[in-house]
């Protein structure tokens, strides 16, 4: 990968109903038990919730979704299309998502991710991610164990 394609930095914008065509192409290439169009749809209606889209020349190449619960907040999920990987946009959209629940006060961040998913563990290990437990059989497609991760970002004061 030439350092020129290293230095693309994405736009991050909020996520919107048009971009779902998109959003979901993404997500039906990158899990196994993808979310459906509702899901998402029923997210974007909630001010609990912010979802994010990272966009190259306006096109989206990968988003983030999290939502807040009092003090804390949960990431829901995170990806980035397959022809775009290790341009440093997952790190990008994660420290995203970071910067903007630290701002409303947040003070953890949760998420869950596949045992077997050694990249995603090392992209959030690299962020500042801890290990906190694991949720037995959490997955299904293939059944599979959650591990739990945490980002404490202080009291947010
Ligand atoms: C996990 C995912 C979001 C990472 O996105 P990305 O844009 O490729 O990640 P980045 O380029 O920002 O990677 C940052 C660092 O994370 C680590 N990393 C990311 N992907 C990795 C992989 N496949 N293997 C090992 N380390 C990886 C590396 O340390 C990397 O730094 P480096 O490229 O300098 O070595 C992407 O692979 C993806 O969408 N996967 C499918 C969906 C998924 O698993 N989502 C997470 C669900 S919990």
């Not at 997500?27 to 038990?33: A, G, I, L, R």
């Not at 909630?46 to 939502?67: E, I, P």
């Not at 961040?109 to 959490?138: D, K, M, T, W």
Request: glycine share 8%.
């Amino acid at each position: 990968m030439s350092t020129a394609e290293r230095l693309t930095v994405p736009d991050i914008r909020r996520m919107e109903e048009s971009d779902l065509d998109s959003v979901m192409e993404i997500e039906c290439t990158s899990f196994s038990t993808p979310w459906s169009r509702a899901s998402f749809s029923n997210l974007l209606g909630r001010d609990d919730a912010s979802l994010w889209v990272a966009a190259v020349d306006g096109n989206v190449v990968g988003y983030a979704v999290v939502w807040y619960v009092l003090r804390e907040a949960e990431l829901g999920n995170l990806a980035v299309a397959s022809g775009w990987r290790r341009h440093g946009f997952g790190r990008y959209l994660l420290d995203w998502v970071l910067d903007k629940a630290r701002r409303r006060g947040t003070e953890r961040i949760y998420l869950e991710v596949r045992v077997s998913n050694r990249g995603a563990q090392e992209l959030y290990e690299r962020g500042g991610f801890q290990h906190v437990g694991f949720r037995r059989r959490y997955y299904r497609a293939p059944v599979e164990d959650a591990r739990v991760m945490c980002f404490d970002l202080g009291s947010g004061e």
